[in-house]
């Protein structure tokens, strides 16, 4: 019977039937046992170390867990008829159930992350995985094998906690829905971090050993960074409020509601905070929209390693949902539906939204920037199509659809669609025209920088070396980060230097900022000129590379014929 369902589970998917055999041994297994029990022991035992004492109560001490009146904030300790502490016992569970959730979400994700990624990595090291992608296997079938089969370990280890957890919910008087409706948010949120681990494999290779440590130490730095009892602050009113959905740890149920940072979320003004179901459901379609685009990036490598992450197409796509889901969780319910909103409410929620746009648009440069030998043959094949009067479309059009093209028409497609969605909240809402006016400038002086980034990144990409990727990392965060720091060392005052800062990555920010209200539009448009003027250098100089490139491909073709 057991050798027929490994049979079955090998037609199924033979990845996952490899990867079992290779990490189901019976030593994994009683070691994996072990730290599981070994672990939730220790934190038992930690708990129970914490409940107050006779001898506590003989001394007047209060403590979290007694039952009288509060001292300084704190409940002093009582004595039942017996003699005995009472114990405020669901209080008690509550917080291991707490303690033990916020341990599984980081184990799961942190722990998962790495393994994918070092997993990967060991196979590009091993060669291995060409000898994978020349197999009759999908790209489905092979990532989704790994997925299920590399974690298969600390599955074990997350499902040997499970019952714990669910009796310290039920002691702590948890609804039952609300337990398994944080399950359900864990198991979506794994799935979106392991297919983005997945990703970072096959397009990080060039980051050798590293790899899996810069990988779940970004995981790691993201997960406590947006932890609701971590970052103080009121977040609803901000579009940032994004980022805390794809923690899920903040979805941790208690004896009354589930949690999400702040049970004021909202999205266009609909109140999706009210209701834990329709957070959790919202969050759901968030990681999987962002799922479902991954696994269109990892079916790409997969088959082609020297593929773009995403089609145009796929781009225009990502950048419509990122802006309704962004755009949405502003604040609409006062900026737009209010007469009278606070005037700098305005600023601040669009800086957040160009924060979020930056982060994308970094992004799409990786996903779509061809390099240098595919906008070889694309050079080679429009100089050909040209001479022998082949062409089926225009130039515009290949740029906007091309798969080959260069990305900076493409990545101006959706630096337009997510800053016309941004433009639209400003357009609507209830502020003063000045601030409506600086919104904008900040919005296009942002377009005109991420324009300037591209331009930078592609022509790197056309270099002959090897280290491509590496040189356009290191240039582009370069001339990111030096322009900061080198007008913060000399101006660190902003308002007495306004358009030095104009020519940073703080520039966007410092036109809507209050400091900034007293720029002219003159010096706005100016430095927004001045970035379109380096971009068309940008862009001049790669048109003249590319030309070359097509001619000298299209001679070395014809000398061979």
């Known amino acids: 019977m057991t050798f027929n369902s490994i049979n ?83 209080l008690w569970s509550l917080d291991i159930f707490k303690a033990l959730s916020i341990i599984g979400c980081l184990t799961l994700l942190v722990a998962g992350s790495y393994l994918l990624i070092n997993d990967l990595a060991s196979e590009e090291r091993r060669e291995t995985l060409n000898f994978i992608r020349l197999s009759p296997q999908s790209p489905q079938s092979v990532l989704s094998g790994k997925m299920l089969g590399v974690p298969i370990l600390l599955y074990l280890v997350a499902l040997l906690a499970v019952p714990l957890h669910l009796w310290l919910g039920l002691s702590a008087k948890i609804p039952i829905i609300g337990i398994f409706s944080f399950y359900l948010v864990i198991i979506a949120s794994c799935v979106f971090y392991y297919s983005g681990s997945l990703l970072f494999g ?32 009121k977040l609803d009113d901000y579009p940032v409020i994004i980022l805390w959905i794809f923690n ?53 490598c997969f088959r082609d390693p020297n593929a773009t992450m995403l089609s145009k197409q796929q781009s225009y796509l990502l950048s419509s949902c990122f802006a309704l889901v962004t755009v949405g969780c502003a604040n609409w319910q006062r900026l737009v539906f209010q007469p009278s909103p606070r005037s700098n409410l305005i600023a ?29 043959d694309w050079a080679r094949y429009r100089k050909m199509s040209i001479s022998q009067g082949l062409r089926d479309r225009t130039l515009v059009n290949d740029l906007i659809w091309g798969e080959k093209s260069p990305a900076l028409l493409a990545i101006s497609v959706n630096v337009t669609i997510v800053s016309v969605a941004s433009g639209i909240l400003v357009l609507l809402s209830h502020v003063e025209l000045n601030y409506k006016l600086a919104a904008f400038f900040g919005l296009t002086l942002a377009a005109s920088l991420e324009m300037f980034y591209a331009a930078l990144a592609q022509l790197i990409f056309l270099m002959k070396n090897q280290h491509r990727v590496f040189w356009a990392t290191g240039i582009v965060s370069a001339v990111i980060i030096l322009p900061v ?69 299209t001679k070395a073709l014809l000398a061979e014929v």
């Open 202 to 233: 096959l397009v990080g290779s060039w980051l050798s050993g590293f790899q899996a440590w810069l990988g779940s130490g970004v995981v790691l730095g993201f997960l406590l960074l947006t932890q609701q009892d971590i970052v103080p602050g």
């Open 8 to 90: 079955r589970l090998g037609d199924w998917n033979p990845q996952l039937l490899r990867e079992l055999k290779g990490r189901l041994k019976t030593r994994n297994i009683l070691l994996a046992t072990a730290i599981s029990l070994l672990g939730q022991f220790i934190l038992y035992l930690g708990s129970l170390a914490q409940l107050p004492t006779n001898n506590m109560v003989l001394k007047g001490y209060s403590n979290r867990y007694c039952t009288g009146a509060e001292v300084y904030g704190t409940p002093k300790c009582l004595l039942d008829e017996f003699g005995n502490v009472i114990i405020n016992w669901q």
């Open 485 to 553: 720091i080198i007008v913060a060392m000399f101006y660190s005052y902003s308002a007495n230097n306004s358009f030095l800062w104009l020519f940073s990555i703080a520039g966007p920010i410092l036109v809507i900022s209050p400091e900034g209200m007293s720029l002219s539009g003159i010096t706005s448009f100016m430095a927004i000129l001045g970035y379109w003027s380096m971009a068309g250098l940008l862009v001049f100089q790669l048109t003249k590379k590319l030309k070359k490139a097509g001619e000298s491909a």
């Open 248 to 300: 899920p740890s903040n979805f941790i149920p208690n004896s009354l509601l589930i949690n999400l940072s702040n049970v004021n979320f909202h999205w266009f003004a609909l109140p999706l905070g009210e209701n834990p179901f329709t957070r959790i459901g919202f969050t759901l379609l968030v990681n999987g929209i962002g799922t479902y685009f991954i696994w269109q990036s990892l079916q790409r």
């Open 348 to 376: 601040e929620n669009i800086a957040c939204l160009l924060l979020l746009n930056f982060g994308l648009f970094f992004y799409l440069i990786a996903a779509l920037s061809p390099h240098r030998q595919t906008l070889q």
